[in-house]
């Protein structure tokens, strides 16, 4: 925890370069408004808490009323602060699986709850962002359009396909990782690997267990709702902050601008994609070569996005980062335990 809290720092120096390389005041921020500011923070506020409520609802949907439903959202939301402090959003699966077996939950259904979380705010995701980089590319944005496209299809692909193969399959650990495993770690390693390889076991038995069933079908589909409406309240933060400099942007066009750069700020190069998500909605909206960010008059600026980036990144990470440590961190007594 000590080293995210320190990389946060780090995600402003994209920000202060942006700012000297273009001439941007602090001025120039704050004239976007108090209004525009605040209604942008609510809207990625509501984004959170629906992810919270989807988790809530696949728990106990798999576990019954085992723990509060909005304890379990404010968990989910909490875990968001290890996504915005870790290049690729990945992490908040690793907090929930966590706090669901500090609950006496078993590893395998708090895993299959976790990816069944995460596999379907990928799947909405990766749709809305493989609907931009078409858009993009329609307009004639070729490198925005290809980066796009190239980067959402392979992470939706990738997860859409494990997940269904998980029912169909066993996975096991990679024989070249088993062998490296053992060679270094004697038998402690040999001991992980067996560990591994029967949590794995578990959880795609989970998968041909639930993953036909009527009922899991359900889940996934209002799950799924659940995370399209998530993603389509982050795309309306953009055009309330962009309202506050006088760039008028349709909700259609902020939502795509979002959701592609959304999904450029998935590339492993910076702490939650710090820089890359201010880069793609410039890009996406003003249709510019990547290599020559000058931006022509009358179209949205480089206030509006950093405007954007503190009300649905910076203020977000103190709230996720409070509700972390207050409930997914916490000591539960025993007698919580189920």
Known sequence: MNWRIIAIPATLIPIFVIAIQFDIKFEDVLAIGIIPFVLAVIAMMIKLGLQGIKFAYISHKYLGKFDSFWKLCGVRIGSEFIKFTTPMFVGAEFVVIYYLHKKGVAPSKSTWIAIMDIVTEVFAGGLLSIMAGIIALMHGAYVIGALILGISI?????????????????????????????????????????????????????????????????????????????????????????????????????????????????????????????????????NLDPFNLVIPEGTVAWDAVIGWRIATYYVPIAVTWLLLVKLALSKIPKAEKS
């Open 154 to 286: 392979t992470i939706t692909s990738l997860w859409m396909v494990l997940f269904f193969l998980s029912s169909r399959r066993t996975f096991q650990v990679p024989k070249i990782l088993v062998s490296l495993t053992k060679r270094f770690g004697k038998e402690k390693g040999a001991k992980y690997i067996d560990q591994t390889n029967s949590w794995m076991e578990e959880v795609c038995t989970m998968s041909r267990k639930n993953l036909r069933t009527t009922e899991s079908k359900k889940v996934f589909t209002i799950s799924f709702l659940f995370s399209l409406a998530s993603w389509l309240f982050y795309g309306i933060s953009f055009m309330v902050i962009a309202m506050g400099t006088g760039y008028i942007v349709g909700i259609f066009d902020s939502i795509m601008a979002v959701m592609g750069a959304n999904a450029i700020a998935n590339l492993p190069i910076t702490v939650g994609g710090s820089g890359l998500a201010e880069f793609g909605i410039i890009a996406y909206l003003n």
